[in-house]
């Protein structure tokens, strides 16, 4: 194979993903760009105007909105990450007590819906009628100050607790699958395990690290919800909060403005990839190599129990703890409220002959699984042409794919709809299934791709170099060597992507029909009209639907995946670790 | 030279993208009240036979109603749907649908839950694209009223709102004289507050908004959020209409606590959390059955929210959709009283809930020029009250 045809068609590869990528994420970006600098709404009459910028950034309120979105984000992706990076170090390097259990609970974590959550947050620490404020100035033999959900604390402490199981399974693969030799050299030197940890895992999986700070970061700044439902009664906004009142508040709404933060966003974001791409410069982070890995795991001794114990606080406070009161309160007439008949079940009753469900569950089940199917072909490309190819251009594919995320997920609906109500087709594809699988897939890209590259980038090009140096042919090379190598990465990137397909609201509120209702419109549709109880049994049902996925996809996995030894093959459990 | 070939297709994408969206894009022209008449550049998927109606202001017979609606409904079977796009819960839409479809079989309705804020922007966009989903919309009038200036309705005014001897609490047809293309009220939605019967003694319970005021409920009101439209906005633009600015100063300075969710508020006051929820309406209560609370209105009136419903200019079922109009101000009004969406405007409709109940009332009711001046001013006026 001559290195002329090799460049060639990594060329040709890259211009096919930019074309793919470039349409399914440029064009509703470019609709936001668009609306940005048009003096009202896409599709109205109007004309070019700076007015959306002079409006946003001549309000001095936006300067400090500004610098609040960032504090609050730096302060919870920096706790985010280091929670999340213990817990994988502890998780896929230490004999913790009780491993196959508590790996399964994290997993756990991350299929529960987010509005039950911050719900089971404000039953829990309303300042004066939270459950755990009435126990502690039960049991506390002195007066101490209400902890308040509604303030800068709970809406950190409640964001942290959201983003820290999906950092966790996006940096976990990493720590799986370093190669222990160089840890084993290390101590063969004499290095501490504190050496060990800061000198030589560290740096190697700089990447993972610096890739799930890049996301947390970007995903905190775009983050709305926590804000709007914790934030308002405490007075405190943040950009995304402004962002929300521009389109839903104002009268008539003031497009052009939303859309001059939202490309202010935007351009946040590529400073932070920018930065991070700097950091790392062209050092090499190979792990895996042809000489064959294990993981080794540490002996901690005493110390298995402390790790137990830290992970399992982590999984009280932030799932057992909220779940149990979202279960209960499923149960109740009116969460939190008590009384003496408080107890029915009605809610279950009433979600479960709701007018609609079976058909949303049908097409969540169909649009999940082809977003995630879909999704991890295209992310599995682009984070190999990324990671794997020297041509030109594959670090603006790497931005490009960041795009969904860096811009509110509110604007980005809009930009949807815009894009596709207007986009010339032979076929109707607004208030399809089709037009959410492709807007999910493309909002599910920066989470996919992140999932590979992380992945990919420790597989040492020898491997491939051997298969091709005894005739391989890049297909084969690519389906014998990198997808087996891929494959815990790949069950686990498709699980993400099916999780957040499922749960995903923003993305498809503006898009769906009658036809093609999901369980999250339906959820939605419960919570917004007061019936919370049943908002929560069905979110509870939307958790079952995601494990059921995850068990078959797990088992799925577990056929098809790598030929290795026994030892090196990875558990069911183990496969999104 | 690779680099360059890169930022050529980046670019041409963009370019692409937004030419594509110029190309398509037309421009409705807008409208003002009253003068409204400009068309909405849409295409209707599959224009039907539509049935002619009694203009407004026209009175007409039980029977010519009878004829119309014979005739809407032969042309509506053949169109088998009208989607109703609607904030409201399906404890309302369930029945509706059902009580819609008993009485008119072979014409589905489709119900296309929509949050307030994207409403405007599907509409639009549908519209400007010519690929129409929505025939119907209920929303709050102001809602409705920005819909017609910007050409987004069509017009039809509902026969059952014109028969001759059909007693209505306030006109259900009162836009018409200030929009071509108006909305007819179908329901009212009080705002008034609810309180938390355990911790408010009857002796407590305030009678008028100045009562507020007094030191006892300072850190125990939450109310919506007055700076944005809404409720409270129109609840504390009468506030100060009534008692003047300084109003705003003494009930501002109880410290309230601001909210935007209507069911969290009220669930907020039902554990206890605060004494009173403002700007709140009787459905709310709906969402927290058996809980020590009450809806109460103050001496000084009632605040109600207007809520309309219009046909979406370009509806890819107009005769389905006429048929549903007409049908919420028939049963209709009933449901709507018996679910308690609201207050039915139709005098002596079924209304199962006491607090809908509007008879003697006063209600305060803004006009067009007051909600887009006096109104709108409020929210930010009272800004400098609400600080902490």
């Not at chain 2, 022209?29 to 026209?58: D, H, N, V």
Request: glycine share 8%; with cysteine.
């Amino acid at each position: 194979m001559s290195i002329k045809n090799r460049v060639n068609r990594s060329s040709i590869l890259m211009a096919c993903l930019f074309l793919v990528v470039g349409f399914m994420i440029l064009y509703p970006v470019g609709m936001v760009f668009f609306g940005s600098v048009w003096s009202s709404m896409p599709g109205a009459s109007g004309h070019l105007s700076p007015r959306g910028y002079i409006e946003a950034f001549g309000n001095p309120s936006t300067y400090s909105l500004l610098w609040t979105t960032f504090w609050l984000a730096t302060v919870r992706t920096v706790i985010s990450v280091a929670i999340a990076i213990s817990l994988a170090w502890i998780m896929a390097r230490t004999n913790v007590r009780g491993k196959r259990i508590l790996e399964i609970s994290l997993l756990f974590t991350f299929f529960v819906p987010l509005l039950p959550r911050i719900l089971a947050w404000i039953v829990l620490l309303s300042p004066r009628t939270g459950l755990l404020n009435v126990f502690l100035a039960d049991i506390l033999p002195f007066h101490l100050p209400p902890l308040n959900v509604f303030s800068y604390g709970g809406i950190i402490l409640v964001s942290i607790l959201v983003w820290v199981p999906v950092l966790y399974i996006f940096i976990a693969p990493a720590f799986k699958s370093m190669d222990a030799s160089l840890e084993e050299a290390a101590k063969a030197s004499g290095a501490s395990m504190w050496s060990t940890v800061t000198r030589i895992n560290l740096p190697l999986l700089a990447p993972a690290i610096l890739a799930t700070t890049a996301l947390g970061f970007v995903r905190s700044m775009d983050s709305f919800v926590v804000e709007a439902m914790l934030g308002i009664r405490a007075d405190i906004y943040v950009l995304t909060t402004k962002v929300y009142n521009y389109i839903n508040l104002t009268e008539p709404p003031n497009y052009p403005a939303a859309m001059a933060l939202s490309v202010t966003m935007l351009v946040i974001t590529f400073f932070i990839v920018f930065f991070q791409w700097k950091l790392l410069g062209g050092k090499e982070y190979t792990t895996v190599t042809g000489k064959g890995y294990r993981p080794q795991v540490t002996k901690l001794g005493w110390g298995r129990w402390i790790a137990f114990a830290y992970v399992l606080t982590f999984l009280v406070v932030s799932t057992f703890l909220p779940l149990g009161v979202l279960i209960w309160g499923s149960f109740m007439k009116v969460v939190g409220v008590f009384s003496d008949s408080m107890y029915t079940f009605s809610h279950y009753q009433r979600a479960f002959s709701a007018s609609g469900l079976w058909l949303a569950m049908k097409n969540t089940v169909l649009m999940s699984t082809a977003v995630a199917t879909a999704g991890m072909v295209l992310c599995s490309l682009v984070a190999y042409t990324v990671v794997k190819t020297r041509v030109s251009g594959r670090r603006v594919l790497d931005f490009v794919v960041w795009i969904p995320w860096a811009v509110p997920s509110i604007v980005m609906a809009l930009g949807f709809l815009w894009a596709y109500l207007f986009l010339p087709l032979p076929f109707r594809i607004y208030g399809t299934l089709l037009l959410m699988i492709l807007a999910l897939t493309t909002t599910g890209l920066p989470l996919g791709t992140r999932t590979m590259t992380s992945t990919i980038v420790q597989i040492s090009n020898e491997l491939e170099e051997s298969a091709k140096a005894s005739g391989a042919t890049w297909l084969r090379t690519f389906t014998i060597i990198m997808v087996p190598l891929l494959s815990r990465g790949l069950v686990s990137g498709w699980i993400l992507l099916f999780a957040f397909a499922v749960k995903d609201l923003s993305t498809v509120i503006l898009l769906y029909s009658p036809e093609s209702t999901v369980m999250s419109t339906q959820v939605w549709d419960w919570w917004r009209t007061g019936f919370l109880e049943e908002a929560i049994v069905l979110g509870l049902l939307e958790a079952v639907l995601i494990a059921i996925c995850f068990v078959a996809a797990t088992m799925l996995g577990e056929r098809v995946g790598p030929q290795m030894s026994k030892e090196q093959r990875p558990t069911p459990k183990a496969l999104l670790q | 030279m690779k680099k360059r070939l890169l930022i050529v297709i980046l670019a041409s994408i963009l370019a692409v993208a937004t030419l594509m969206f110029g190309c398509s894009k037309s421009t409705p022209a807008s409208s003002s009240p009253a003068t409204s008449s400009s068309a909405a550049t849409t295409k209707p998927s599959s224009p039907a036979p539509t049935a002619s109606s009694p203009t407004a202001g026209q009175t007409i017979s039980a029977s010519e109603l009878a004829t119309w609606e014979k005739n809407t409904y032969e042309a509506a079977r053949k169109e088998g749907q009208v989607v109703w796009y609607t904030q409201d819960a399906k404890t309302h839409t369930d029945p509706m649908v059902e009580a819609f479809g008993k009485k008119y079989p072979g014409v589905k309705l489709v119900v296309y839950a929509t949050q307030s804020g994207g409403l405007g922007p599907k509409i639009a966009a549908e519209q400007e694209s010519g690929q129409m989903i929505g025939d119907v919309v209920t929303t709050g009038l102001s809602d409705l009223r920005t819909f017609s200036t910007q050409g987004r309705l069509a017009y039809f005014s509902p026969p059952a709102a014109q028969v001759a001897g059909v007693k209505w609490v306030a006109d259900p047809l009162h836009d018409q004289a200030l929009f071509k293309e108006f909305s007819p009220v179908y329901s009212v939605s009080p705002q008034g507050a609810i309180i938390n019967t355990k911790l408010v003694t009857p002796d407590k319970e305030p009678k008028s908004w100045m009562d507020l005021a007094t030191p006892w409920w300072k850190g125990k009101i939450t109310t919506q959020d007055p700076t944005v439209p809404g409720g409270a906005n129109k609840m504390f633009y009468w506030i100060k209409r009534v008692y003047g600015e300084e109003a705003w100063s003494k009930i501002g300075a109880q410290g309230l606590i601001l909210e935007r969710d209507r069911n969290l508020q009220a669930r907020a006051v039902a554990t206890g959390e605060y004494y009173i929820g403002l700007a709140l309406a009787p459905r709310e209560l709906a969402s927290i059955p058996n809980t020590p609370t009450k809806y109460i209105t103050f001496k000084e009136g009632t605040v109600v929210s207007e809520i309309g419903i219009g046909l979406l200019k370009g509806s890819p079922h107009p005769n389905a959709s006429k048929l549903f109009i007409n049908y919420m101000f028939e049963e209709g009004q009933d449901i709507t009283g018996s679910t308690g969406r609201g207050s039915p405007m139709r005098a002596g409709a079924r209304v199962d809930m006491p607090d809908l109940d509007l008879t003697g009332q006063k209600l305060l009711l803004t006009t067009p020029e007051e909600d887009l001046k006096g109104v709108a001013e409020a929210r930010n006026d009272i800004k400098k009250y609400l600080a902490k």
